[in-house]
């Protein structure tokens, strides 16, 4: 069975820096993807970055590009998601999620291409 777990998250001031975890288990492919999405209250879930795990490609949302940097570690099969230069407006509940399927490549806009979600974890950028 699948399993994601995130971990990392918490208060931090503008301008700080966080670094999310999510350790994923339950699958023996090398070749699935990562992504990172965030949801803040009232607004829909967005997507903040993805990599697919094989082949080390990565994309980023355009609000995060140059702040944020996603990483992993084959060994533990654990993606990294480098959240610096932080603002309130990254204030959210993130997730990670898994697309399983053996893939080249990632989708950091479309949510309903990943197939197990995290169960999330709450960031929160104030002063």
């Known amino acids: 069975q699948v399993h994601l777990v995130e971990s990392g998250g918490g208060l931090v001031q503008p301008g700080g820096s966080l670094r999310l975890s999510c350790a994923a288990s339950g699958f023996t492919s090398n070749y699935y993807a990562i992504g990172w999405f965030r949801q803040a209250p009232g607004k829909e879930r967005e997507g903040v970055s993805c990599m697919s795990v094989g082949d080390g490609r990565t994309d980023y949302a355009e609000s995060v590009k140059g702040r944020f940097t996603i990483s992993r570690d084959n060994a533990k099969k654990t993606v990294y998601l480098q959240m610096s230069s932080l603002k309130p407006e990254d204030t959210a509940v993130y997730y990670c999620?898994?697309?399983?399927?053996?893939?080249?490549?990632?989708?950091?806009?479309?949510?309903?291409?990943?197939?197990?979600w995290g169960q999330g974890t709450q960031v929160t950028v104030s002063s």
């Open positions: 999620a898994l697309h399983s399927a053996t893939t080249l490549g990632c989708q950091v806009t479309r949510p309903t291409w990943y197939d197990s």
